[in-house]
């Protein structure tokens, strides 16, 4: 094939109509082809995509590119913030030789630009808290993170039906807590013996253990009120795309607790979120990245529900991409529904590793154009083979691509710059404070102490006393929890009554 025939193909497969994101330039015999633009339509961003690449490979400056891109078209992006470099965004890049060198064999300008980002923390000390309520995240969330077996995971379904049922909002770990050892000790393991079934005693013990060492490992923030708004991941800053960056790298050593925060998120957004058609571009894209970490030990229930919401969830205009190392660390029924991909480089040192590789090329359309086996080990950094879907939803050729830099800085904030950007974040101040409302701790304290099971709640003991704000702040979820719950795998995706009213 002549390099005349591999321009002509790739400006065939990448040219769409609409609007897109512009990713680089082909590369034919080691050789970058500035007219071969590689670009991914806005409309098939809701597809789902693959981003994968070994350590060092620039798969993350892939990432920060391909936000920058999505917030300049008006598209809201939500990603983690894996190392704590992404907060970069927000500010304009530096012109240095080798940025310079690649926009010009790009021959596109290179014009540093920053974004509007608000950036997000798990334990608040990072950014604005992100929080949800125990009974959001549900049973086997919780299961997840607790790495409960199925017969503790079994209790802990019990413990959220007799909540539901008995009107008992279980808000934060002390409500957990109380319900469990309620439900364990005295009348209500009476209560409950016949219409749920006794609870171990023993059973309950290991529970209880894994809450106190997962408060111990300093999460608790992460259970609570008031929970996240997911409205707050459309906002935009002068028709710009906010990007919400959530930054984990203080909780990096708890691997399950991001992993399955990301994934309550989602879930929430599946069930909140309306019907939005055949959108021109999506409304938000979520990056999940280190993605394996979703997958790891997780029953086959839960891959269905992931499947399920992956494949119902573009309808209402959100795109996932999903980012890790290696394509094997998706299962075959998710990686089926990722039409876009962007491989970077994959390194082939022992025969597991080969075989891997053979894998990931079966799953590229077959090129007229590289021999993929040998190419894909020859990547340079900042280069990957790319196949996307086009308009009319074909996948398109499989193109080595050399990628265009980002435009804002490429490390991240400097501590005074990071302290001044979440002064002034709105975000950071509307989750800053705890609300603590009426739930299962004070209701049950109450119960215990009148001796009556069903008695209304007075100013309860065992906690300070609520002011009257803090009632009424957290009177929302005291109403709600009439209604019955029932959950799906993810604890928030059938039925769960929502805690705001939609503007959509």
């Known amino acids: 094939m002549s390099k005349e025939s591999f321009i002509t193909a790739i400006q065939k497969s990448y040219s769409p109509k609409g609007d897109s994101i512009y990713l680089g330039a ?75 060198e690649r926009a010009k064999g790009l021959n596109i300008p290179y014009s540093p630009a920053a974004f509007p980002v608000e950036i997000y923390s798990l334990s608040g000390k990072l950014g604005a808290q992100m929080r949800a309520t125990v009974s959001e995240f549900g049973p086997v969330l919780l299961t997840k993170i607790l790495e409960l077996n199925d017969v503790q995971s079994g209790v802990l379904t019990i413990l959220f039906k007799y909540a539901d ?74 028709g710009q795309g906010v990007i919400s960056l959530l930054n984990v790298s203080d909780v990096q050593n708890q691997p399950a607790i991001f992993s399955t925060f990301m994934l309550s998120l989602l879930a929430e957004l599946y069930q909140k979120l309306p019907e939005a058609g055949d959108l021109d571009k999506p409304k938000l894209v979520f990056f999940l990245d280190e993605a394996h970490l979703l997958f790891h030990d997780a029953p086959k229930a839960f891959l269905d529900q992931i499947e399920q919401v992956i494949r119902l969830i573009r309808s209402k205009g959100v795109g996932i991409f999903f980012c ?84 804002s800085s490429m490390g991240p904030l400097t501590d005074t710059e990071y302290k001044n950007h979440l002064e002034q974040s709105s975000f950071f101040k509307k989750y800053k404070d705890t609300v603590d409302p009426i739930s299962a701790f004070e209701l049950l304290n109450e119960r215990l102490q009148s001796h009556q099971p069903e008695q209304a709640p007075s100013t309860p003991k065992g906690r300070p006393e609520k002011s009257t704000l803090e009632q009424v702040m957290a009177s ?15 604890g928030m995706l059938f039925g769960t009554p929502s805690r705001r009213k939609s503007r959509w």
């Open 165 to 238: 049922d008995k009107k008992l909002p279980v808000v934060d770990l002390n409500d957990l807590k109380k319900v469990l050892n309620y439900l364990t000790e005295g009348a209500g393991a009476a209560e409950i013996k016949e219409n749920y079934g006794k609870i171990s005693g023993a059973t309950a013990g290991t529970i209880l253990r894994k809450i106190v060492s997962l408060e111990q490992q300093g999460v608790s923030p992460v259970f609570g009120e008031p929970s996240f708004d997911i409205q707050d991941l459309f906002e935009k800053v002068d």
């Open 476 to 490: 929302p979820i005291t109403k709600q929890v009439g209604k019955e719950i029932v959950r799906g795998v993810f």
């Open 26 to 100: 082909g590369v034919y015999e080691n050789e970058i082809l500035a007219e071969a633009k590689v670009n991914l339509p806005l409309r098939m961003m809701n597809r789902h995509g693959l981003v994968t690449g070994a350590t060092g490979s620039g798969k993350t400056r892939t990432l920060q590119r391909m936000a920058e891109q999505l917030s300049a078209a008006g598209v809201s992006v939500f990603m983690p913030d894996m190392k704590g470099d992404l907060s970069g965004l927000a500010k304009e890049g530096l012109k240095n030789d080798k940025i310079e």
């Open 324 to 407: 890790t190392q290696m394509t094997q660390d998706i299962p075959s029924t998710v990686l089926s529904q990722l039409g876009n991909r962007v491989h970077h480089v994959i390194r082939a040192f022992t025969p597991n590793d080969v075989k891997d590789l053979k894998e990931t090329i079966k799953t590229f359309p077959r090129s007229e154009f590289y021999d993929l086996e040998k190419q894909f080990t020859q990547l340079g950094i900042g280069q990957a083979f790319v196949t996307v879907l086009d308009e009319k939803g074909i996948p398109t050729e499989t193109v080595v691509t050399h990628l265009a830099p980002p435009a």
